[in-house]
């Protein structure tokens, strides 16, 4: 009888059935061991003392858990209990392919993918010596996500090198012995279904009748009754694809046919082949021309009613190809391999730095999954699977050649895109001491030969890389990231940021001399650099947006287009084989806002980077800048009510803050070679740039008495430091020595003072109107200042931890009160809460929140 909820297999408790099939009854279920969800498939109470039934069923499991593959249902465990027999495997949210067909043709883009993935799944099976013999669309899970599962391998088996037959194979004719239908009537194959000997290539026929499902919404082979279809397996060719579809692409109904081929040897000599020319269709399908270009006499073959095709009808149809009548005009599509994506990670979060180990199948990766703080995690390129280094709090920076790991410890959101922790290093084996290295390091990488550390880290009012430690090969107002030595040791590669607080930006180069070079033009957004084995640099940017595809540059400054895929791109590493590891990434950011007189946060998000968030006193009214590639190039400036009322576009640049009347809004246009600071009028009017002075301006805030503006800018040859703008005049005076940083909304309601940060790196209370500035000790380096209350207290938000903490610090006494929490109602792949807008009650608020959901892959095979 079925389980009841709250039943215990083992350590498994029973929650809910989800179905049943031939090879048992599958439940959900809880391991409370790991804290996780799984699918547990259990034998019938009546089937379990089948002494052959019971061992059919664990040969499922024995089999299955052998295989290790994105694309196939992992198997944790089998056991027993009492008299049940299980399975716990890993749990798939989603539907069946069957269920997915069950709506008409599947469109071609998701089809292939789909495909591509399954096909992959039983390369690898395959690969391992183990046939399905039951492949049909019940059995492959379709995640919501769009991931492909082959599920329910309780019809395979092993195949012993001493043997290339599979014996005791049983035929549809069994099916009067319950339990002992070896396939599945309707997709099996030829052989399979006349009792002969089979092997890999049956699978590839069953595979052929589910890829002519998902084409044309019919059954390859249906007929009224079992024997009939039978016989239609073993003598009878299927509708043409063209016939029943007509806008299925030639190369896909080449590949059907050929799967279906009705003698073994016509089919694929290996699956993987098979796997890797549904890939080049895939991904060269946007190349190929209309089915009008295709040539009347592959038409008229297409359409034909009854043919045997195998490699002569295939060779023919790409030779036509090859003349120009073909789909890839004159790409040697079905012969050249094309780069191959092996997933590594599959949990819900952000993925960090990642590296190769010395030996190229170790890999080591920092990740923040389910909205936990960042750790490191090891796994190997073979395997789906990760187990936990054993630093927490941890992020990878670098991996020597000898084995030594670089990682920075306790790192922290400094400012806009920039991190900082405690660089320290550690051995590959994981679980022992860290020595720590130095303290406030961004970036870090290892150079060849015992040549010690470069780093990355702010010295004073300049962002400095050093190559050894203490050695300053370059240093700029801006930031520098992803600083990665050439193998040679002989350079270093890094991206170049202009503007704080923005990840716009270009590779530049600097020799052991420190002679700089920019390779690049500037990018709307520039993350992630790795050397190649030829000395090139590999980079991943976009020039408009933030999807970024992947680049490579010669030291000549010779660019070259990579790969560009849907998502985000980011490079970490290549070994010196050429495999590349990268980030594929859906990266957002948003505003939540609870306005006035709602219990409920509405979502205020308007494109794809909602960021440089302020608030009107009255919560009415939100101002923010588009920054991603809804944004365009330059950036766009956006007034938005906290109602939900659409989004009215104010112009170009990065947003700084509204007016203290609501009038203007203050905006940079930052992504030129001359900065400009610009008004906005929120109502009628035109925009109002404002002089430069001879400054290259950062960072600008209001003044609260809406007369001056207090902004950051750098004099040519010098460090950044503070000016006020005295918006009637136009003329701008200096305030403080080089080397102090404007914090956003950091001027006092009464318009005297400014929290600012110090070239010591600690923060203080400025005086606007002259006099020495006061230390505030009790601002921490993850604190950062959102506001003011109306009595002089100041507003603080502790970065980096969920849910983010607001405390007011009261400047005369030093004491800090805690306030206010608030965290967004799904916290995965959250990586903080950056600007938060507060009235002075505190009863209405809008933040800005970055959302990163990544997954990390192996790339092989990309020239």
Request: net charge neutral; glycine share 12%; with cysteine.
């Amino acid at each position: 009888m079925p389980l009841s909820p709250g039943t215990r297999l083992g350590p498994y408790e029973i929650a809910a059935p989800i179905g049943a099939g031939g090879m048992g009854e599958v439940y959900r279920a809880r391991d409370e061991r790991l804290k996780r969800d799984v699918a547990v498939k259990v034998l019938p109470a009546e089937l379990a003392a089948d002494t052959e039934r019971r061992t059919r069923f664990e040969r499922e499991a024995r089999a299955a858990s052998g295989l290790s593959h994105p694309n196939i249902l992992t198997i944790y465990d089998i056991g027993s209990s009492d008299s049940t027999v299980y399975i716990a495997m890993e749990l798939v949210e989603g539907q069946t392919l069957k269920d997915l067909i069950a709506a008409g043709p599947v469109p071609t883009k998701k089809m292939l993918d789909l495909a591509v993935q399954i096909a992959e799944g039983l390369a690898a099976a395959h690969a391992a010596g183990i046939v399905h013999r039951d492949l049909k669309p019940q059995n492959v899970m379709v995640s919501k996500h769009g991931y492909a599962k082959i599920l329910d391998f309780g019809l395979a088996k092993l195949v012993t090198p001493e043997s290339d037959e599979l014996s005791g194979q049983q035929t549809a004719a069994d099916a009067t012995r319950p339990g002992m239908v070896m396939g599945t009537v309707g997709y099996m194959s030829p052989e399979q279904a006349s009792g002969r000997p089979l092997d890999f290539r049956s699978d590839q026929f069953s595979f052929g009748s589910i890829l002519y499902e998902m084409a044309t919404g019919k059954r390859a082979f249906e007929r009224g009754t079992t024997a009939e279809t039978l016989t239609a397996i073993i003598r009878e060719e299927p509708a043409p694809v063209a016939q029943l579809n007509p806008r299925v692409p030639a190369p896909i109904r080449w590949l059907v046919e050929r799967c279906l081929s009705k003698d073994p040897e016509d089919r694929f000599g290996t699956t993987k082949d098979l796997a890797r020319d549904l890939a080049s269709v895939r991904d060269h399908l946007s190349d190929a021309p209309v089915t009008g270009e295709i040539s009347r006499e592959i038409a008229a073959a297409a359409a034909a009613p009854t043919r045997r095709v195998g490699r002569t009808a295939l060779g023919i149809a790409l030779l036509a190809a090859g003349l120009g009548a073909g789909l890839f005009a004159g790409r040697r599509v079905w012969f050249t391999p094309l780069p191959s994506f092996h997933q590594l990670t599959f949990r819900r979060g952000e993925v960090g730095g990642a590296r190769f180990a010395p030996d190229g199948q170790t890999i080591l990766y920092s990740a923040a999954w389910d909205g936990r703080p960042m750790e490191i995690f090891s796994t190997r390129t073979d395997s789906s699977e990760s187990r936990p280094f054993g630093l927490a709090d941890a992020e990878v920076l670098a991996i020597s050649r000898t084995g030594e790991l670089a990682v920075s410890l306790h790192r922290r959101l400094l400012s806009g895109f920039v991190r900082t922790g405690t660089l320290a290093q550690t051995g590959l084996a994981g679980g022992g001491a860290t020595r720590d290295v130095l303290e406030d390091v961004q970036w870090a990488d290892w150079a060849p030969e015992g040549q010690g550390l470069a780093v990355v880290r702010d010295v004073g009012a300049r962002n400095r890389l050093e190559s050894p430690i203490g050695k300053v090969l370059y240093e700029t107002t801006g930031w520098i990231s992803h600083a990665r030595v050439s193998p040679r040791g002989d350079a270093v590669a890094f991206l170049e940021h202009p503007v704080q607080g923005d990840d716009g930006g270009s590779v530049a180069i600097v020799n052991r001399s420190g002679g700089k070079k920019t390779l690049t033009g500037l990018f709307a957004t520039a993350a992630g650099l790795a050397w190649s084995p030829e000395g090139d640099i590999w980079f991943t940017a976009a020039p408009i947006g933030n999807n970024r595809a992947l680049y490579s540059v010669t030291a000549s400054g010779r660019t070259r287009l990579r790969a560009r895929v849907t998502g985000n791109l980011t490079i970490h590493d290549i070994f010196r084989d050429g495999r590349l590891l990268m980030t594929q990434a859906i990266e957002r950011q948003g505003i939540s806002a609870l306005p006035p007189g709602e219990q409920k946060e509405r979502d205020l998000s308007w494109l794809d980077w909602s960021s440089g968030l302020d608030m009107s006193a009255d919560a009415k009214t939100v101002l923010f800048t588009e920054s991603g590639s809804g944004g365009g190039e330059g950036y766009s400036v956006y007034l938005r009510k906290t109602d939900g009322s659409p989004a009215v576009r104010l112009g170009e640049g990065s947003t700084y803050g509204l007016s203290p009347d609501g009038r203007w809004a203050l905006g940079i246009r930052a992504l030129t070679s001359d900065p400009q600071m610009v008004l906005y009028p929120t109502g009628a009017g035109e925009p109002r740039p404002l002089p430069k002075n001879g400054l290259r301006v950062q960072n600008a805030n209001w003044v609260p008495d809406g007369k001056r503006i207090l902004f950051e800018a750098a004099e040519p040859g010098h460090g950044a430091r503070l000016f006020l703008l005295d918006l009637e005049t136009g003329r701008s005076r200096p305030v403080t020595p080089e080397g102090y940083r404007l914090f956003t909304a950091s001027v006092s309601p009464d318009s005297k003072l400014a929290v600012v940060g110090g070239p010591d790196r600690r923060v203080y209370a400025y005086p606007l109107e002259g006099g020495e500035p006061t230390a505030l000790p009790t601002i921490g380096p993850l604190d950062r200042v959102v506001g003011w209350s109306a009595d002089r207290r100041i507003n603080l938000l502790r970065l980096a931890e969920l849910p983010a903490r607001i405390s007011r610090l009261d400047i005369a006494t030093g004491r800090v009160e805690p306030w206010k929490q608030i965290v967004p109602a799904d916290a995965a792949g959250v990586s903080g809460i950056g600007r938060v807008c507060l009235t002075q009650d505190g009863a209405s608020y809008a933040y800005n929140y970055t959302r990163v959901l990544s997954d990390l892959y192996v790339v092989d095979g990309l020239k």
